[in-house]
């Protein structure tokens, strides 16, 4: 026998066991495991992933409409703190919510809730009179109360001029998406590039809080007859003063917003997120990044 086998032991079976099993023979076929058929197997697969695909949404919906929510700025009416081409994130919860907080104002929240009211100088983004189904984002200059009005140029809030202070003048890069006003604010800048020029002031409001602002022309809107912000409301004003449709302007679609419900609040300016000058072609990839603005991204409000 060779080394390392050892014959197999014979068993004597149990006088008190009956219930043996027959012995195998090679006619009998040993069972086989069931396996799946392939397209029970796809079908599985495909409704796993739809699955996945409608948590995602729901993640998704839930975090835009309550936490952060994307928006894009299309003008140049809060220059100098926004440019045409920022991407920033909006703060969904600082104001409350009501149906405008849901994709497409879907009307699922009767009225606000958990309402507080903005503080004056906040960059909020909102729901424009009079269609309230286009978001604009401005500065609240009045609340509830406040008597707010404009005398060539300089603010004046409850009887008191806001005090306004020039500074250096702001330069605009001469971008894909933004040229200059008109030729008297052409320039060149330092490094030679082409660049708008305006005049730019630092006001201050009650409470201490400083924005910069844009006084470019003498326009209709620098004078303003004092009006006195509803209860429920808030006054809101573009950076940009002499380029901006704003509360001193009635309620037109796609024109003035009027004094704003506070209920068309959406959320509040948070965190630049991304920004590009508009020069990005989708067939050059290379162009994504030397049109990307880096230096303006991170940047709080």
Not at 268 to 292: H, Y
């Amino acid at each position: 026998m060779p080394r390392g086998h050892q014959p197999a032991k014979r068993k004597t079976p149990s006088p008190l066991s009956d219930d043996r099993a027959p012995p195998m023979t090679a006619a009998t076929p040993q069972p086989l495991a069931a396996e799946p058929a392939p397209a029970a197997k796809k079908e599985k697969k495909e409704d796993s992933f739809l699955v996945f695909l409608i948590k995602l949404a729901l993640v998704v919906g839930i975090f835009r409409s309550f936490i952060f929510s994307p928006f894009n700025i299309p003008s140049e009416s809060m220059l100098p703190r926004l440019q045409n081409g920022d991407y920033l994130l909006a703060a969904k919860w600082p104001y409350g919510y009501s149906k405008y907080s849901l994709p497409w104002s879907a009307p699922l929240i009767p009225g606000r809730i958990f309402a507080s009211q903005p503080e004056r100088g906040d960059v909020v983004i909102f729901k424009a009179p009079p269609t309230h189904d286009v978001d604009y984002i401005k500065r609240v200059i009045g609340l509830p109360g406040d008597t707010v009005q404009v005398v060539g140029g300089q603010l004046v809030l409850n009887g008191a001029p806001v005090p306004k202070r020039r500074i250096a003048d702001f330069e605009l890069p001469v971008t894909p998406n933004t040229a200059c006003l008109g030729p008297q604010f052409e320039a060149t800048a330092r490094d030679g590039t082409a660049v708008c020029r305006y005049p730019r002031f630092v006001e201050t409001l009650p409470g201490g809080r400083r924005y910069e602002v844009l006084d470019v022309f003498r326009t209709p809107q620098d004078d303003f007859a004092p009006v006195i912000v509803p209860e429920g409301h808030v006054f809101l004003m573009g950076d940009n003063r002499d380029n901006s449709m704003d509360s001193r302007f009635p309620a037109v679609a796609g024109a003035g917003i009027g004094i704003v419900p506070q209920a068309n609040l959406v959320g509040r300016a948070s965190v630049m997120m991304f920004s590009t000058d508009g020069g990005a072609q989708w067939l050059l990839p290379w162009t994504w990044f030397t049109a990307a603005r880096f230096e303006r991204i991170g940047g709080t409000f």
